[in-house]
């Protein structure tokens, strides 16, 4: 049976994940999988080194990012209710074009859609699709949250558009197995209708937050320094009812019997990704420099500008000190 982990944290989302890239792949390996993603919150930190050790151990990387979509206005730090919610999203690198543009999503969500969390909305997405594969998520998603909430209808139509931004057959809906988790079969009945309905395949992910079982323990100790609070503290977040760990092929198709595809469809996902990290390259951007300019006199340029900017034109010679020094560097 074949199966590959979708949605996996490691320590690269910090002080949530507790897995160690070297350790989520000497465990996939260990149950026979020849593939496996990683998806860290907002962050791509460790898809080189994922790439790197993958491909030593004979596995297949695939490159990816659980982002945060606010269904406003990314820019905006109003403490609005809308600007309050973050839904989560799982993006996968197909190909180059899809790397390119996952890089330009996380990078824009920190720079500009930062509030609380790195953010990105719809519309951004639609611009930066290409070489991307969807899933939608774990129950914090856009799609299984409005299912929870009773808003099926909402859940259908936020399909249809994500359908509709990502490229043909690159959307998946995911469910997951939390029993003790009572939303969790609320949105996976949901999810399962929407997929009917619409036809959308769906794969079965573990939203994986540490290696194994009796790791949950330490991962909950982590999630308190992350809150602030302590492990004997009742009234607190812990993700205790969920196994989070990296789950057998087996333990998951056991969890979902009537629906044997959502393993399966793992593989097309995974057929689909085939992006090759160039090492070893040095890869600078090449810049088209205005007529009359040459390279580094237009760097110049620049510099004398953003020296006015900084300093509402009051230059100080120690400013252009530091300036002409910098440049020399570079001119060497």
Known sequence: ????????????????????????????????????????????????????????????????????VTPGDYKSKESTAENRKRYHLILLVKNEEGYHNL??????????????????????????????????????GEIPAQIIMSNYDKAKELALEYKDIFEPNSFFLEVQSHPRFANQKIANDGIFKLSQELNIPVVATCDVHYVNKADADAQDILLCVQTNRKVQEKDRMNLLDFDLSLRSPEEVAAAFPDHPEVVTNTQLVVDQCDFQLKLGETQLPHFDVPEGYTAMSYLRHLCEEGLKKRFNGNIEQKHRDRMEYELSIIEK
Do not use: W
């Not at 593939?35 to 080194?49: K, Q």
């Not at 824009?108 to 991307?132: M, V």
């Open 103 to 140: 890089m330009k999503l996380v990078s824009i969500a920190h720079l500009d859609g930062f509030y609380y969390k790195p953010r990105i909305n719809r519309e951004l997405l639609r611009q930066y699709s290409k070489g991307l594969v969807g899933l939608s998520a774990c129950a914090e």
């Open 1 to 68: 049976m074949k199966y590959t982990h979708l949605h996996v944290h490691s320590h690269y989302s910090l002080l949530d994940g507790l897995g160690k890239i070297d350790d989520l792949l000497d465990r996939a390996k260990e149950l026979s999988m020849d593939s496996i993603a990683l998806t860290d919150h907002g962050v791509m930190y460790g898809a080189v080194e994922l790439f790197i050790k993958a491909k030593e151990k004979g596995m297949k990387p695939i490159i990816g990012c659980e982002m945060y």
